[in-house]
């Protein structure tokens, strides 16, 4: 049960968009479409704002969209704004029928 | 709404035990997945068990098989998690979460093991 691999930090400025990594065995992320992604600000619980690889909950903005390419799940956020800074943490359904999160990324606003 | 509310956290001694619960509200908890995730100070996120609707299927990550039990009442619409053994490294604030997507949380339940 290894982690995905996501960058432990990265940041952008206010209007930019970035892109967040997550890495993970073809068992995991290449084999499944069931990745999910959460954004966890301080001292709160993780939220969930993007499943199935694409698919936005009800109420998160469109600004955040995912994708995926082979091993490789992306998370985007468009037009970043001060409040999106948060830890971002992946998850993938793996062939255990088990999930797997990644190590978490740190996305600071500048 | 759907609302997860966790309890049963507390300071307990290594190789102690406790019972946290789940209760669940605003949705159909019969019908629905649910993991318990565990999140030490200043760590990440890491999946520690998952049940199904009517708990024929039942899964542990490596690190508390065999220490940890999950079941459910879904006469009661609740989720527990007996952890025993208890070890420094279980010390974690402990969420449950709804369905494969963990689509909503819970507020945590802090449990810490020390002497």
């Known amino acids: 049960q290894s982690a995905l691999t996501q960058p432990a930090s990265v940041s952008g400025s206010p209007g930019q968009s970035i892109t967040l990594s997550c890495t993970g065995p073809?068992?995991?992320?290449?084999?499944?479409?069931?990745v999910s992604w959460y954004q966890q600000s301080p001292g709160k619980a993780p939220k969930l704002i993007i499943y199935?690889?694409?698919k936005r909950p009800s109420g998160i903005s469109n600004r955040f969209s995912g994708s995926k390419s082979g091993n490789t799940a992306s998370l985007t956020i468009s037009g970043l704004q001060a409040e999106d800074e948060a830890d971002y943490f992946c998850?993938?359904?793996?062939?255990?029928?088990?999930?797997?999160f990644g190590g978490g990324t740190k996305l600071s606003v500048l | 709404e759907v609302q997860l509310v966790e309890s049963g956290g507390g300071l307990v001694k290594p190789g102690g035990s406790l019972r946290l619960s789940c209760a669940a509200s605003?949705?159909?908890?019969?019908?629905?997945?649910m993991t318990w995730v565990r999140q030490a100070p200043g760590k990440g996120l890491e999946w520690v068990s998952s049940?199904?609707?009517?708990?024929?299927?039942?899964y542990y990550a490596d690190s508390v098989k065999g220490r940890f039990t999950i079941s459910r009442d879904n006469a009661r619409s609740s989720l527990f998690l007996r952890v025993s053994g208890l070890r420094a490294e279980d010390t974690a604030v402990y969420y449950c979460?709804?369905?494969?997507?963990?689509?909503?949380w819970g507020q945590g339940t802090l449990v810490t093991v020390s002497s």
């Open positions: 979460a709804r369905d494969v997507s963990l689509d909503s």
């Open positions: 605003g949705f159909t908890f019969s019908r629905f997945y």
């Open positions: 049940i199904n609707y009517n708990s024929n299927y039942i």
């Open positions: 073809s068992s995991d992320v290449g084999d499944y479409n069931h």
């Open positions: 199935d690889v694409t």
């Open positions: 998850s993938s359904y793996t062939t255990s029928s088990t999930l797997v």
